[in-house]
């Protein structure tokens, strides 16, 4: 046997082995209609051929594409030449018509069926334009040399984590129109917990068990995945001056969650000296860690400011979180109310510029973190493609 022969049945084995790839649709109403709602599958071992189906009544056509057996095809294609009316089943001049065209290779049958052309008028077609090939944790395989109803693009996403968005847009087809049927997709992790976010807290904890509630304050330090294009925290005390033996800047534990509870928990501790002042802790904030030099992303990752406390916030706090939020940051309260301190909401929504950026902790602290979850979700989570660290091609 030959060489030429053996290569062959080689890649007759393969290809079966992985499975033949068709489009898929039911019921779209034109070609360019299947290829924008429809889906490329694996077809089942047994279906060796793509089949298309063209109905038409009048103007009106239906377009139905799958997978095949390869006999089932080629009876129903055979059939296109049989007589019926005053031509054939397959035609243009009456005014029903069924077509059938099969085909042997992936994705063969995107596009306008290539075995007849009875079954509408054809109309002129322009190539699509050159996709990129560039998707950013993850490839693309690109065929059909941009032509209209028969290349195709496919998405793969690499990594943890990371999927195509919008979910399932796997592929796209160039359209009869010489435009392709979607926006490139991307690669993209889910957010919730992937929070892309610099988010910098201040603390200030008063009263008889306040080294005990600063603790189980800082359960809650870190609330998503750790990581350069995710989540990164900064943490400071403050009093009457912010305390700056107890700052763990963004930079600090690189992408290392656990370092950065270790850090904060070492150096954060309650140092009450002078009278309080929040406006001076947001200022020094402003100033001295929300700076490339303390690990500050750039515009792209948003930035919030968070102030942790059981105690009402001083006089001086609405200016400079004025100043906080003429930035864009987001700025929030996570008021913990315990024995007679009462918080004031609408006081506290003036510094964060917001009412749902106040969270009032009492008894029920499970539902408070859900509700705060929820509105981070509303901040920080919208089009999954925006949550990246690197420019989309």
């Known amino acids: 046997m030959s060489k030429c022969i053996l290569l062959g049945?080689?890649?007759?084995?393969?290809?079966?082995?992985?499975?033949?790839?068709?489009?898929?649709?039911?019921?779209?109403?034109?070609?360019?209609?299947?290829?924008?709602n429809g889906r490329i599958e694996q077809c089942m071992s047994n279906q060796l051929t793509c089949e298309t189906v063209v109905r038409r009544h009048g103007n009106r056509m239906?377009?139905?594409?799958?997978?095949?057996?390869?006999?089932?095809?080629?009876?129903?294609?055979?059939?296109?030449?049989?007589?019926?009316?005053?031509?054939?089943?397959c035609n243009k001049d009456q005014i029903n018509s069924l077509c059938t065209c099969c085909c042997e290779t992936n994705m063969c049958n995107v596009g306008p069926p290539t075995c007849t052309e009875f079954y509408m008028d054809a109309k002129p077609e322009q190539d699509c334009l050159e996709p990129s090939t560039v998707l950013p944790h993850g490839n693309i395989e690109c065929y059909g040399n941009n032509k209209p109803g028969s290349a195709v693009c496919e998405y793969q996403c690499m990594g943890k984590d990371y999927s195509v968005w919008p979910k399932g847009r796997l592929t796209n087809v160039c359209l009869g129109n010489g435009s392709w049927a979607y926006e490139p997709p991307c690669c993209a992790r889910p957010c919730p917990p992937y929070y892309l976010l610099d988010d910098l807290q201040i603390y200030h904890v008063t009263?008889?068990?306040?080294?005990?509630?600063?603790?189980?304050?800082?359960?809650?330090?870190?609330?998503?995945?750790?990581?350069?294009?995710?989540?990164?925290?900064?943490?400071?005390?403050?009093?009457?001056?912010?305390?700056?033996?107890?700052?763990?800047?963004?930079?600090?534990?690189?992408?290392?969650?656990?370092?950065?509870?270790?850090?904060?928990?070492?150096?954060?501790?309650?140092?009450?000296e002078g009278e309080l002042s929040t406006g001076n802790a947001i200022q020094y904030a402003l100033d001295n860690l929300f700076v490339p030099e303390a690990g500050m992303r750039d515009g792209r990752a948003p930035k919030s400011l968070g102030i942790i406390t059981?105690?009402?916030?001083?006089?001086?706090?609405?200016?400079?979180?004025?100043?906080?939020?003429?930035?864009?940051?987001?700025?929030?309260?996570?008021?913990?109310?315990?024995?007679?301190?009462?918080?004031?909401?609408?006081?506290?929504?003036?510094?964060?510029?917001?009412?749902?950026?106040?969270?009032?902790?009492?008894?029920?602290?499970e539902a408070v973190t859900a509700q705060t979850l929820d509105v981070m979700d509303k901040y920080f989570c919208h089009n999954p493609c925006d949550h990246v660290m690197h420019e989309h091609q």
């Open 9 to 36: 049945l080689l890649i007759t084995v393969l290809t079966n082995a992985e499975g033949l790839k068709c489009m898929m649709c039911y019921g779209s109403s034109s070609f360019d209609d299947c290829n924008m």
């Open 62 to 89: 239906t377009v139905m594409k799958g997978c095949k057996d390869k006999g089932a095809c080629r009876n129903n294609q055979q059939q296109n030449t049989k007589y019926s009316g005053n031509s054939s089943q």
């Open 207 to 272: 009263g008889n068990d306040a080294e005990k509630q600063l603790q189980e304050m800082l359960e809650f330090v870190v609330y998503g995945v750790i990581a350069f294009d995710a989540i990164k925290i900064s943490t400071m005390y403050h009093s009457g001056d912010p305390v700056e033996s107890s700052i763990v800047q963004f930079n600090d534990y690189g992408e290392n969650a656990t370092l950065l509870v270790e850090l904060v928990r070492k150096r954060m501790s309650v140092v009450n």
């Open 310 to 365: 059981n105690t009402n916030l001083s006089e001086d706090a609405k200016g400079p979180a004025e100043e906080a939020r003429r930035r864009g940051y987001i700025v929030y309260v996570n008021a913990y109310q315990t024995g007679s301190t009462k918080f004031d909401r609408e006081r506290l929504a003036q510094i964060t510029g917001a009412e749902e950026l106040v969270y009032i902790f009492d008894d029920d602290i």
